[in-house]
């Protein structure tokens, strides 16, 4: 296939992204042909998965929300994505301007895109880490140039653990972030639970994804909660991401449909 201009050299444009198939399915213009092949097939094995992208998003915005209704202004958002209508800078900014963001992603298209992007946005960068490498990324100098550790801080990890199997200890990596954080800092989370799913459709849904570079690794609502070890939980805890204070009663109604369970926690001291 030909390479759209936007695509480094670097990238494989015949393997499915997990970042560019959730760009597909929250309607974004920055995936292939074969993301979208792929994100076809998840489709075809769970029809919720467009909805399941979109309620999540709408989690990640009411969760931005919150957090500078709180007074944060300073957002590490690992696993970012490709930048669509509705990310943290946007939302956050809107709300209070002198918000700052650092998006973290392992995607080289999300990156490159993003750099695009936030192109003259002072209070904005990205940078190209791993999750699972926590010590980068609190130690990269542009991570370090734009958040002050003796601050509180927002670490956002959204629709991102269900690919970091349990052999990378997602537990451990998350200590790691929360030993770098001020008192008053928080941490949202988010990711898809096989809750209430059938094992045919979890099997079909892992078949998909086993063809990308992130297979799928879903946790049930009690190993999402634990995650959240060190932190207070917000009201109303872990629970499926429309449920969590949404706008009107009629959007938390089939929550479960959503497939992810989300939930943001506070540190204390």
Request: net charge negative; glycine share 6%.
């Amino acid at each position: 296939m030909q390479r759209p201009d936007w695509a480094p050299e670097t990238i494989d444009v015949e393997r499915p992204s997990v970042a560019r198939m959730y760009d597909y399915y929250l309607g974004g213009s920055h995936n292939f042909a074969v993301d979208r092949a792929a994100a076809q097939k998840m489709v075809a094995a769970v029809p919720e998965a467009p909805l399941m992208a979109q309620a999540n998003r709408a989690f990640l915005r009411r969760a931005v929300q919150h957090l500078t209704d709180a007074g944060i202004r300073q957002f590490l958002d690992i696993g970012s994505g490709i930048p669509t209508v509705g990310n943290v800078h946007e939302i956050a900014q809107r709300h209070a301007p002198d918000s700052r963001v650092v998006y973290v992603d392992v995607d080289p298209v999300a990156v490159a895109h993003s750099r695009e992007i936030l192109a003259g946005n002072d209070g904005a960068t990205v940078v190209q880490e791993d999750l699972r490498r926590p010590e980068r990324i609190l130690a990269h100098p542009d991570v370090r140039s734009m958040i002050d550790f003796s601050q509180p801080v927002a670490v956002l990890v959204v629709a991102v653990l269900h690919f970091v199997a349990d052999d990378d200890r997602p537990a451990e990596v998350l200590r790691t972030l929360r030993a770098a954080l001020a008192p008053g800092s928080y941490l949202v989370l988010s990711q898809a639970s096989d809750d209430g799913r059938g094992e045919a459709e979890r099997a079909e849904a892992e078949q998909v994804y086993r063809r990308t570079d992130n297979p799928l690794w879903v946790r049930s609502r009690a190993e999402l909660t634990a995650f959240f070890d060190g932190f207070e939980l917000v009201e109303p805890g872990v629970v499926w991401v429309p449920q969590w204070r949404p706008e009107s009663p009629e959007s938390a109604e089939d929550a479960e449909r959503a497939v992810f369970l989300g939930g943001v926690g506070r540190l204390g001291g």
